[in-house]
Antibody, heavy 120, light 106 residues
Framework: QVQLQQSGPGLVKPSETLSLTCSVS????????WSWFRQPPGKAPEWIGY???????NYNSSFRSRATISVDTSRNKFSLNLASVTAADTAVYYC??????????????WGQGTSVTVSS | DIEMTQSPSTLSASVGDKVTITCRAS??????LAWYQQKPGKAPKLLIY???TLHTGVPSRFSGTGSGTEFTLTISSLQPDDFATYYC????????FGQGTKLEIK
């Protein structure tokens, strides 16, 4: 059974860097793409970016200058760093798997979500 | 960026009803469209991908149709567990979600 387990702080100060990690168990970590999303209260999820096992990344243009996604292939983990956060970055953050073995590679497994508040 | 517009934003229905949610893309996305169900405090759950393919384990009362710019999600006979928020999501060009449809008990 595939599981995505998120970790990271729930409170970040303005101007600092938000850092989250997603640990993957089960399935093939090397085959799929791994994404980060966020969901502000009462709004739809918003894609931040994704990474492949080989290190290739792609980002939403809205986050390209502040977001960095990295992968630790030895530990089946991937991480999100979002720099220079403001109150507008307050949201629930999710990691998710893009399943390349299904047609059109849908997002089929998600982490449990991390509620992040940006406040001093 | 591709914009996804869902309608209605809120839908009130009763157990046993048949309901349909519509999603419109701002440009063609072929069949690169998925539907998700989300309950409060939980991650989205994949229901349908490639516009009409039912994901493993999803009840057959859920169905999806459409291609190009117009898509629908239909629940044939509402069950108590179905009251939630539903999102469409395109991945023709990266990812964009619709604004959501909240399905409420009438």
């Amino acid at each position: 059974q595939v599981q995505l387990q998120q970790s990271g702080p729930g409170l970040v100060k303005p101007s600092e860097t938000l850092s989250l990690t997603c640990s993957v168990s089960g399935g093939s970590f090397s085959s799929h793409y791994w994404s980060w999303f966020r969901q502000p209260p009462g709004k739809a999820p918003e894609w931040i970016g994704y990474i492949h096992f080989n290190g290739n990344t792609n980002y939403n243009s809205s986050f390209r200058s502040r977001a960095t996604i990295s992968v630790d292939t030895s530990r089946n983990k991937f991480s999100l760093n979002l720099a220079s956060v403001t109150a507008a970055d307050t949201a629930v953050y999710y990691c998710a798997r893009q399943n390349v073995f299904l047609d059109e590679a849908p997002l089929d497994y998600w982490g449990q979500g991390t509620s992040v508040t940006v406040s001093s | 960026d591709i914009e996804m517009t869902q309608s209605p934003s809120t839908l009130s229905a009763s157990v046993g009803d048949k309901v349909t949610i519509t999603c419109r893309a701002s440009q063609t996305i072929e069949t690169w469209l998925a539907w998700y169900q989300q309950k409060p405090g939980k991650a989205p759950k994949l229901l349908i991908y490639k516009a009409s393919t039912l994901h493993t384990g999803v009840p057959s009362r859920f169905s999806g149709t459409g291609s190009g710019t117009e898509f629908t999600l239909t629940i044939s006979s509402l069950q108590p567990d179905d009251f939630a928020t539903y999102y469409c999501r395109q991945n023709f060009n990266y990812y964009t979600f619709g604004q959501g449809t909240k399905l409420e008990i009438k």
